[in-house]
C-alpha cells in the first residue's frame, strides 16, 4: 500500500513543528522536521566560521556535511558528521543563519533528496517550507499554517521567557518579519501557499483545534 505523505509548511513560528509532532503522535507517524536538516547545515557553518554571504563556503561547506535523521523514542534527531545536534541548532543566531544559507539551490538540493526518500518508505507529516509546492507536491494532504507576525511573535517570547532567556518583543517580532520576508521572495523554492493546500490561521485557535482539523482531514481521505 502506498505510503500517505501529509505536508506542512508555513512562516516561522507558526507552530508547525507542535502540531505536526501531535497529529504524527495521534496518527502513528513520522514527523519529519525539515526546517532542522537546513540548521544542522548551518550550525556547520557557523563551527567552521563562514558567514551566510561567503557563497562558494557556505555550498562547500554543506556538500560535505553529512546530514541524517534518526528517531529515539519517537524524536527526530539531526545527526551532522553523525553527532546529534538537536541541542545546538533552536538559537537566534543559527536561526538567522539557516534562513540565509537555506536560499542556494545547492544546499536545497541537497536536503531535497533526503525528504524524497523519508517520505517514500514512511507514512509522514513532513514540516518546513517547500513541502506540499516542492518537495512533496503529489502529498495526500497539504498545509498552510499561519498566524498573524504577533501572534508568531508572542508565542516565540513566551517560548524563550519559559527557557530562562532575556528577549525583547520588538526584536523577536522584526526578526520574524525578516525571516518571512526571506523564506518568502527567495529565488530558490520560496514559502508559498502550494496548490491544493488548505489554509489555516491558527492566530485564535488551540493547538488543539488546530490537530483535530488535521486528524479530520485524515479521515475524510480514507473515506475517499
Ligand atoms: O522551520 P524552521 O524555523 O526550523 O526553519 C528554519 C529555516 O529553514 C527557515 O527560515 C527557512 C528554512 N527552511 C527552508 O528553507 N525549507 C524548509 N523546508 C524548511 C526550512
Redesign the pocket.
Known sequence: MKNINIAI?GP??AG??TIAKLAAARLGFIYV???????AM?LSCIRNNVSADEEEKVIKICEEAEVTIEYKNKEQCVLLNRENVNAY?RTEQV?RM??SI??YSEV?EK?LKL?RNIAENNNVIM?????GSN?LPNADIKIYLTASVETRAKRRYLEQKEKGLDVDINEIEKDIEE?DY??MH?EC?P?VIADGAIVIDSSDMTIEEVVNEIINLKLKLEKG
Open positions: 509548511d516561522a513560528g508547525k513543528s522536521d525539515t526546517g532542522a536538516m537546513y540548521r548551518a541548532i536561526s539557516t534562513s537555506s536560499t536545497r536536503l525528504q514540516d518546513g517550507r517547500d513541502i518537495v525571516r526571506r523564506d527567495r523554492a514559502l
